[in-house]
């Protein structure tokens, strides 16, 4: 791979893209800066996959928060050896990953398998959930399989300090250059699915439901029921 390319001016490209589009998103399709609901067509299978998802996203999102923005240094400070860290690393990553990939399945098969969701699905919506699901699984697997059976790869020391050296804008891209191919793929097709954030319905994790707690219930009638009232 190109290093410079890649781990140098790849994230910026990005980073670009994911702002500007957003903003124009906003600015010129404020309407469409939503997630809209198929609840209304199928609530079982919406609420399991929903659930697990969301959950284990989140519970991803603190981990690599831990792995990536903190330094070994920090943890090694506190008395935390690598030996302890990457044990739970692989224990909790492990788990939200097997959570946000269980999600996904179920939200893609519930798109497949139900024809008024299907019909209501773009192809954003299939993109979304089969590239979370590459991602996801690519992630899962390192964290499972890779680092029990191969090695705990020490990310800490390549992919984390590289990552913050962006926020520098000083990019340390051959930090990059020698980490397995496996964390590499990973990382792209990451920073892909970020690139595509404005265009999906991903958008609405910028949002801060401030209102929600305060707005009006929504009724839904069924047609028949409302007719049989009027006769």
């Known amino acids: ?31 469409s800066w939503h997630a809209p609901s198929t609840e209304i067509f199928e609530k079982k299978w919406l609420r399991a996959g929903s ?30 050896t690598d030996h302890l860290y990457h044990f739970f690393a692989i224990a909790g990553g492990g788990l939200a990953g097997l959570m946000v990939v269980a999600g996904l ?3 893609l098969i519930r798109k497949f398998t139900n024809p008024r969701v299907s019909a209501h699905a773009s192809f954003a919506d299939y993109f979304t959930v089969i ?5 996801a699984g690519i992630g899962t697997y390192m964290t499972i399989v890779y680092n029990t059976t191969v090695v705990a ?11 913050r050296s962006l926020f520098t804008f000083q990019p340390d891209y051959q930090l990059m250059t020698g ?13 892909i699915l970020f690139a595509a954030i404005p265009f ?13 707690p305060a707005r009006a219930p929504q009724q839904y009638r ?10």
């Open 200 to 212: 999906t319905q991903l958008i609405h994790m910028f949002s801060f439901p401030g209102r929600y």
């Open 51 to 80: 659930l697990l998802f969301h959950w284990g996203i989140l519970f991803a999102f603190i981990g690599h928060l831990m792995g990536v923005l903190i330094p070994r240094s920090f943890y090694l400070a506190l008395g935390v």
């Open 222 to 231: 069924a047609r028949d029921e409302y007719k049989n009232s009027r006769q």
């Open 1 to 31: 791979m190109n290093g410079l390319f890649w781990w140098g001016i790849f994230p910026y490209i990005v980073g670009t893209i994911l702002v500007v589009a957003s903003i124009y998103r906003f600015v010129f399709r404020g309407k």
């Open 179 to 191: 980490v397995p191919l496996l964390f590499q793929i990973h990382v792209i097709t990451s920073f």
């Open 105 to 107: 399945i179920i939200l």
């Open 131 to 135: 590239w979370l699901l590459i991602v």
């Open 153 to 163: 790869y020490e990310y800490r020391v390549t992919i984390g300090p590289w990552f």
